[in-house]
């Protein structure tokens, strides 16, 4: 896979924006549900996280495979998924209640569907078979674990965001609320055009300089970031200061930096962190 890493740097505070391109068209808005170790999941391709009728989170299998560090194989006729991670295996039939763990009948009160083409899979029975900690707290999943910086697809997120991970103080500090969004191609290049909703969660002032509400946007052979300090030919963003419990948004319309098609949107991450102080170490 061709990773092109794009940065951009994004002007401002309460509405801060950048634009590359002009679109009218109505975005779709969806809530941020899920998080993993310090970065919110707000997209996964070919749908983003969701909850059931049966108030179980939703991934589709892609994704499973790709954050997890999950081995994946499915078998169309039967539309029944093998999931391997480590020395454990689920199978998940579309449509069945019954899952097998490591050849073990499990009854679980949601089930898989297809949808497109594509197999959407209970996220709870491979969390809790795999042994990931799970907690729920202010409508959002959050899995906390040293796997997923090693064999999913947040690995690369230590050498992609190697510069706001150094700077970053509180990893905490914002809790994305939803995302609105929509795709399109034009002269050949996919674009992007999103909006992120968020709250200042640390309860108190953020001072200036220290605001980091940061996207990263990984197209199929493409990716966007936002630059988090100065170089000979980007300077570091103004970062106004934010006040306890304030909703802020960030808007983004921008290119995904390659003609190669197709280069569908894959993953839309967001960290909610604030910077140590410049005269810090």
Same mark, same amino acid.
């Given at each position: ?37 310090? +970065? ?9 996280? +969701? ?18 560090? /999950? ?5 169309? #006729? ?12 689920? #199978? ?63 690995? +690369? ?15 905490? /500090? ?6 609105? +969004? ?100």
């Amino acid at each position: 896979m061709m990773r092109k890493l794009i940065k951009l740097t994004i002007a401002g505070v309460m509405m801060f924006s950048i634009t590359a391109v002009s679109y009218a068209a109505p975005k779709k808005s969806t809530p941020v549900i899920l998080k993993m170790n310090d +970065y919110y999941v707000a997209y996964t391709y070919p749908k983003e996280p +969701y909850v059931d009728k049966q108030n179980r989170l939703i991934l589709p299998l892609r994704s499973v495979s790709e954050l997890l560090g /999950a081995t994946v194989s499915y078998n169309n #006729q039967t539309k029944t998924a093998e999931i391997k991670e480590g020395e454990n295996i689920v #199978q998940i039939q579309a449509g069945n209640k019954t899952a097998k763990v490591n050849g073990q009948n499990v009854e679980m009160d949601t089930k898989a569907v297809v949808e497109k083409g594509f197999l959407l899979v209970p996220a709870r029975i491979l969390f809790d078979s795999f042994s990931f900690k799970v907690t729920n707290e202010n409508n959002v999943i959050t899995l906390n674990d040293e796997r997923l910086l090693k064999q999913g697809k947040l690995k +690369y997120l230590s050498d992609d965001d190697r510069v706001g991970i150094a700077r970053t103080a509180d990893p905490n /500090a914002f809790q994305p609320i939803e995302i609105s +969004y929509n795709v399109f191609v034009k002269n050949k290049v996919s674009l992007i055009d999103l909006t992120v909703t968020a709250k200042n969660s640390t309860g108190k002032d953020i001072p200036e300089g220290q605001e980091d509400l940061h996207t990263i946007i990984y197209f199929e052979h493409s990716s966007i970031m936002d630059a988090d300090d100065s170089t000979v030919d980007i300077k570091d963003r103004p970062r106004p200061a934010v006040k306890k419990d304030a909703i802020i948004k960030k808007q983004l319309n921008a290119g995904g930096g390659t003609i190669i098609q197709p280069n569908e949107l894959q993953y839309i991450l967001i960290a909610g962190r604030t910077f140590k102080p410049l005269n810090e170490k």
